[in-house]
RNA sequence: GCGAGCGUAGCCAAGUGGUUAAGGCAGCGGGUUGUGGUCCCGCCAUUCGUGGGUUCGAUUCCCAUCGUUCGCCCCA
């Protein structure tokens, strides 16, 4: 084309796709208001060794999925991939453990991370996420959880399934982990290329493995869940039993595991069954050692964040449809209607309708055609001879109904007017 | 990062190694209705993502490049 184009992995929102935006976003605000979160916002770039730290050096996002650059001072800054380390890292510098209790943060915002763009899955990528520091209780999982599903299920998306898992604390994954590297290192020979690779690096990956061979191996290896120590085991069932009591079904699957470093205990993901591989929607956990690691005090922590991309493909997807929002749709014929149109509108919109004004100044018909398009319930139609002055036809496209209006007593028939549209 | 597919107007889409690149939707102009959603007429790609090559001649073949889709990897 010879046009500059938007970067690869990057999209432009344009305007008929930000209402879907908006209305993820309004639902998001009601349902994490209604539970009394407040809303954080960090930097969209943060000192590179955050992240090195936080998520963890070996982990695919830091390895080589980072936006990481130096600036003109010399520092090493990196876009961030995800913000949980940046509100723990705020959580910190600001000493929000000071104000005591629980802190129970929402944010959301662009994330940047180098992968392979493909439907629901971008370089630029949009997340709304939730953190609970300072609470080391099965009730803030829960709690967190049940959130997240409120917040899906008022979207109105069907077919989701909530997957549940432990990894246990830090001593009993390390246990785990040298159990299963001692389990595998007969098959190693036998082990895809990515497998054995993983032996080393994060050998909890090898049990999802998609590679037939592979899952016949892990088949028969040791259990992450029979390898938690009972404490461990205890607080996965208190979860368990609280979001049973919360009325959410939910499925153990005992090979999920997070990509993150920072998870302890309890993981869970949101998937739907509509997005194909990208089926996750909405992931978290609890991240017991992060603020610690950071540098903080010893935090319990707990948090999600859920992918607005793929949010917006299921919302399209299953087809939940978004009032256009508008009112009222004002035509008019000639110089002297024209003047009045725009002062009609003007008033209706400052009595809180959304009015759409035709300034193109074409034949009747057109004017017609786009109050039909314009998705509007009414339209008032100005006319040009001067007994009309003064008036306006309000006529109902959906009936053909049309009624004499006098400017001067719109204020009057408010209430008339707005429950005809509530009906119409 | 690996493997495969795709890229024709705002959108969907047919097409061929050879003078003028179907069609539909949307859009614009006009006609019929004083005022619409129906109908009719007209206009909407010197150009087939971009760059190069092969050829007398390429949108059609080849190479590169960019973008995108699917799978792997990874992840929200």
Same mark, same amino acid.
């Given at each position: 084309?010879?046009?500059?184009?938007?970067?690869?992995?990057?999209?432009?929102?344009?305007?008929?796709?930000?209402?879907?935006?908006?209305?993820?976003?309004?639902?998001?605000?009601?349902?994490?208001?209604?539970?009394?979160?407040?809303?954080?916002?960090?930097?969209?770039?943060?000192?590179?060794?955050?992240?090195?730290?936080?998520?963890?050096?070996?982990?695919?996002? *830091?390895?080589?999925?980072?936006?990481?650059?130096? $600036?003109?001072?010399?520092?090493?800054?990196? &876009?961030? +991939? /995800?913000? =949980?380390?940046?509100?723990?890292?705020?959580?910190?510098?600001?000493?929000?453990?000071?104000?005591?209790?629980?802190?129970?943060?929402?944010?959301?915002?662009?994330?940047?991370?180098?992968?392979?763009?493909?439907?629901?899955?971008?370089?630029?990528?949009?997340?709304?996420?939730?953190?609970?520091?300072?609470?080391?209780?099965?009730?803030?999982?829960?709690?967190?959880?049940?959130?997240?599903?409120?917040?899906?299920?008022?979207?109105?998306?069907?077919?989701?399934?909530?997957?549940?898992?432990?990894?246990?604390?830090?001593?009993?994954?390390?246990?785990?982990?040298?159990?299963?590297?001692?389990?595998?290192?007969?098959?190693?020979?036998?082990?895809?290329?990515?497998?054995?690779?993983?032996?080393?690096?994060?050998?909890?990956?090898?049990?999802?493995?998609? *590679?037939?061979?592979?899952?016949?191996?892990?088949? $028969?290896?040791?259990?992450?869940?029979?390898? &938690?120590? +009972? /404490?461990? =085991?205890?607080?996965?069932?208190?979860?368990?039993?609280?979001?049973?009591?919360?009325?959410?079904?939910?499925?153990?699957?005992?090979?999920?595991?997070?990509?993150?470093?920072?998870?302890?205990?309890?993981?869970?993901?949101?998937?739907?069954?509509?997005?194909?591989?990208?089926?996750?929607?909405?992931?978290?956990?609890?991240?017991?050692?992060?603020?610690?690691?950071?540098?903080?005090?010893?935090?319990?922590?707990?948090?999600?964040?859920?992918?607005?991309?793929?949010?917006?493909?299921?919302?399209?997807?299953?087809?939940?449809?978004?009032?256009?929002?508008?009112?009222?749709?004002?035509?008019?014929?000639?110089?002297?209607?024209?003047?009045?149109?725009?002062?009609?509108?003007?008033?209706?919109?400052?009595?809180?309708?959304?009015?759409?004004?035709?300034?193109?100044?074409?034949?009747?018909?057109?004017?017609?055609?786009?109050?039909?398009?314009?998705?509007?319930?009414?339209?008032?139609?100005?006319?040009?001879?001067?007994?009309?002055?003064?008036?306006?036809?309000?006529?109902?496209?959906?009936?053909?109904?049309?009624?004499?209006?006098?400017?001067?007593?719109?204020?009057?028939?408010?209430?008339?007017?707005?429950?005809?549209?509530?009906?119409?």
């Amino acid at each position: 084309m010879g046009i500059v184009q938007a970067p690869r992995g990057t999209k432009d929102i344009l305007p008929e796709d930000v209402v879907y935006w908006q209305h993820i976003e309004s639902i998001a605000h009601s349902v994490f208001q209604n539970a009394v979160y407040r809303e954080i916002r960090t930097p969209i770039f943060e000192q590179t060794n955050l992240f090195e730290r936080g998520i963890g050096e070996a982990t695919d996002v *830091v390895g080589k999925e980072m936006y990481t650059f130096v $600036d003109r001072g010399d520092r090493s800054l990196t &876009l961030r +991939p /995800e913000n =949980t380390a940046g509100v723990a890292r705020a959580f910190i510098e600001h000493s929000l453990h000071a104000q005591g209790g629980v802190q129970r943060l929402w944010y959301k915002g662009p994330m940047f991370r180098y992968e392979r763009p493909k439907a629901g899955r971008q370089r630029q990528f949009h997340q709304i996420g939730v953190e609970v520091l300072g609470s080391p209780a099965p009730r803030a999982d829960a709690e967190a959880i049940a959130i997240a599903m409120t917040f899906l299920g008022e979207l109105g998306l069907k077919n989701l399934k909530l997957v549940f898992n432990s990894i246990g604390s830090f001593e009993d994954r390390k246990r785990y982990r040298e159990a299963l590297v001692d389990y595998l290192a007969p098959f190693k020979d036998d082990l895809d290329e990515d497998s054995k690779d993983r032996l080393t690096r994060n050998p909890l990956r090898i049990l999802d493995s998609k *590679v037939e061979r592979t899952q016949e191996i892990v088949k $028969d290896a040791p259990i992450l869940l029979e390898c &938690l120590s +009972p /404490e461990s =085991t205890l607080r996965f069932e208190q979860v368990q039993q609280l979001l049973t009591d919360l009325g959410l079904s939910y499925v153990i699957e005992p090979t999920l595991v997070r990509g993150l470093d920072y998870y302890t205990h309890s993981v869970f993901e949101i998937q739907s069954d509509d997005l194909g591989t990208e089926a996750t929607v909405c992931a978290g956990g609890r991240y017991d050692g992060l603020v610690k690691q950071l540098g903080g005090p010893d935090t319990p922590a707990v948090g999600w964040a859920s992918g607005l991309e793929r949010l917006l493909l299921l919302l399209k997807q299953q087809a939940v449809d978004l009032a256009n929002g508008v009112d009222f749709y004002v035509v008019s014929r000639g110089e002297l209607a024209e003047a009045n149109a725009l002062k009609l509108a003007q008033q209706l919109r400052s009595l809180n309708f959304a009015v759409d004004l035709d300034l193109s100044g074409s034949a009747f018909g057109k004017q017609f055609k786009r109050a039909d398009r314009s998705g509007a319930a009414a339209c008032f139609i100005l006319g040009d001879s001067e007994a009309e002055q003064g008036t306006a036809q309000l006529k109902w496209l959906a009936s053909g109904e049309q009624e004499e209006v006098r400017q001067a007593d719109i204020e009057t028939i408010v209430p008339a007017l707005r429950e005809k549209l509530q009906s119409s």
